[in-house]
């Protein structure tokens, strides 16, 4: 009998309504074990090359992994995959909650998606059934009134389910996915692929129970992360305030807190946007994820703009997003736009991005009134950025062209407003500035999903003297490295802990409570495995899960034409920084270029193209998949 995972894969084909249920086996759980690994397996094998990323044969794969349903915090994370509508490449999300449980205990590891539904429906997945379900009369609704719904037509409280409201319906490029009215697969447009298909829903209720292999050894694990949290500086602060109590002050302080586009890294008026203020104007809770103690999720309620507890409250990206990159001093507006970007399904950082082009565009001359509907889109405008969420999700007016998202957008305005386009494969920066943490430089050229800020740790916990290089130990890595710092030496860095955050992706591990400077270390993570699956295994084993993972990812953008000039960096990084301690800061364009030509090397592909080599993909074990 199988340990750690149900050995089910959901074949659905929407065309015809129809499904068919493939088991797999202990060599493919070992080799791709969940996630992202998994989900990236299906799209290379299960999606041919240069399809339409809003057409009906994109494959959506939705992955759970074989830690799933475990009791250790942070395990219940999912993959949503498919051809990106934002960047034309591999896309991704991750999001924590309750679904992926659910979803494992309703019978299946994973459920891939092919074709388009004749008219709306959810697919409704109980005790190894699965049904379809008309969903006409939710289309057209925000993601709060189908959650409603759905559990009432079903008479179940309880069901979990990831849905999309009127932002995906619309296939706005950047239309996130949402569960539980709280969490986002946010990043890469998972949502307007949902619409394309005509998917509301996947909506999954199970009550099996889920083998593991030493269930006192998972318990252990659990028991100590329980009893250590309290003294662990992330777990700490993640518990007083999450994400927004962590980075909005620190980051500003250090000047690499993301200001007016990124001119800047410091915002004056910084102290209006805080969690005190939070606390002191909507906030009203706090919220978890499945077996975590932590409770890092915020829910606001109330204020002048009557915000919605069902929809919870705004981690850190979005107060960066809908904050000091626009320069907005209002908390409210932080809160409301959070909530209008989960009810309509959109990713608040691209949201968020897209304002803040638009406004420097505006600012410039390059767009009027006449353009934007009337609207006054200067810095600092909250109300006019609530606006824009409305008109973005229902492409109305000028919200039609940033729906879009900015690099679409930039090239449709022209007059130069290309040079106001922070994006890095056409998917716009996260709230973390290059300049002054010189690995997110390299995260953001070589995602394969576009700028993104958790392709590896961040650098401040690691400079020499500081509190996590231990962390590091088990990986060979007994110095610390200076954030601004683009050697040899960061770059070697850099890749290790990028094999670090690709395979808590595939592990679908929560990277607050897992991996480096968090309280669950390296080799907690080996003895998660092998409690769960009963496995031989080892921190090797997984560090090349890890690097198999970005490599499938590198397979499939290959295989749609991306190379080494799609991991270049926008103009603006080259630039000094405008405000904050590091005023004058800026990457040297030759160091970049040394250090990404020593990333591909150390990563086994050739220093040019940046395509993976033939010998590592064998190294790797999956040459068979290569389709270029």
């Known amino acids: 009998m199988a340990l750690g995972y149900r050995g089910k894969i959901l074949n659905v084909n929407l065309d015809d309504l129809s499904y068919v249920v493939e088991e797999k086996g202990e060599y493919f759980y070992r080799t791709f074990m969940g996630g992202s690994a998994m989900a990236s397996y299906f799209l290379l094998t299960e999606m041919e090359r240069g399809v339409d990323a809003l057409g009906r044969d994109n494959v959506l794969a939705v992955t759970t992994s074989i830690l799933t349903g475990t009791p250790l915090p942070g395990a219940n994370r999912y993959t949503v995959a498919a051809k990106s509508p934002l960047t034309d490449g591999f896309g991704e999300a991750e999001a924590g909650g309750y679904f992926s449980v659910e979803l494992k205990k309703a019978g299946f590891d994973a ?11 959810y697919l409704w997945l109980s005790g190894g059934k699965v049904e379809f379900k008309d969903a006409t009369h939710l289309w057209g609704h925000d993601t709060g009134y ?17 849905s ?24 890469t447009g998972m949502g307007a692929v949902f619409g394309s298909k005509n998917l509301k829903a996947i909506v999954a209720r199970g009550k099996a129970n889920l083998e593991f292999s030493d269930k006192k050894g998972l318990k252990g694990l659990s028991s100590y992360f329980v009893e250590n949290m309290k003294d662990h500086p992330i777990c700490d602060i993640l518990k007083r305030g999450g994400t927004y109590e962590w980075d909005l002050e620190d980051l500003n302080a250090d000047g ?27 906030l009203s809770g706090r919220l978890t994820c499945y077996a975590c103690p932590i409770r890092c999720k915020q829910i606001c309620s109330g204020g002048k703009y009557d915000i919605d507890p069902r929809f919870g409250g ?29 009810m309509y399904s959109l990713d608040t950082i691209e949201t968020g991005m897209c304002i803040s082009f638009a406004m420097e565009c505006f600012e410039n001359g390059l767009i009027s ?26 492409k109305e007016g000028f919200g039609a062209l940033l729906a879009e998202g900015t690099w679409r957008a930039a090239r449709q305005i022209g007059k130069g407003a290309e040079q106001f386009d922070m994006t890095v494969k056409k998917q716009s ?23 993104d800020h958790i392709e590896a740790a961040h650098d401040m916990p690691f400079e020499e003297g500081r509190w996590a290089i231990p962390d590091l130990y088990p990986l060979g890595i007994l110095k610390g490295v200076p954030a601004r710092d683009l050697s040899f030496a960061k770059v070697r860095w850099f890749v290790y802990n990028q094999h670090v955050y690709s395979f808590l992706n595939s592990l679908c591990l ?63 990084l080259f630039e000094p920084l405008e405000t904050g301690p590091l005023t004058g800061v800026k990457l040297d364009r030759e160091q970049f270029k040394k250090a990404l030509r020593a990333y591909y090397e150390m990563m086994g592909w050739d220093i040019d193209t940046g395509v993976p080599r033939e010998a590592r993909l064998h190294q790797l074990n999956i040459a068979d998949l290569s389709q270029f």
């Open 111 to 121: 459920v891939v998606i092919k074709g388009r539904a004749p008219k709306p429906v």
């Open 146 to 162: 189908a959650q409603e719904r759905i559990r009432e037509e079903l008479n179940d409280k309880k069901v979990q389910m990831i």
């Open 164 to 187: 999309i409201g009127q932002g995906g319906e619309n296939r706005v490029r950047y239309a996130s996915v949402i569960h539980d009215l709280r969490h986002a697969n946010g990043r």
């Open 256 to 282: 690499v807190l993301p200001t007016k586009n990124f001119h800047g890294g410091s915002f004056d008026n910084v102290e209006k946007i805080t969690y005190e203020e939070l606390k002191k104007t909507v």
């Open 314 to 342: 705004p981690q850190y990206e979005t107060v960066g997003s809908f904050g000091s990159n626009i320069m907005n001093e209002d908390v409210e507006v932080i809160a409301k736009a959070h909530e209008l970007c989960n």
């Open 369 to 394: 009134k006449e353009d934007t509907d009337g609207l006054e889109l200067r810095f600092g405008n909250g109300d006019a950025a609530l606006e824009l969420i409305h008109k973005i999700a229902f």
């Open 429 to 451: 920066f996260a709230m973390h500035e290059p300049r002054g943490k010189n690995n997110i430089a390299l995260a953001y050229a070589t995602s394969p999903t576009g700028a």
């Open 510 to 572: 929560c990277f607050f409570t897992a991996g480096p400077a968090r309280l669950f270390r390296l080799n907690h993570i080996v003895e998660m495995v092998k409690y769960s699956t009963g496995w031989e295994t080892s921190l090797f084993e997984i560090m090349v899960l890890g690097e198999r993972t970005t490599t499938l990812a590198r397979l499939f953008n290959t295989r749609e034409g991306f190379d080494s000039k799609d991991d270049q960096l926008p103009d603006r």
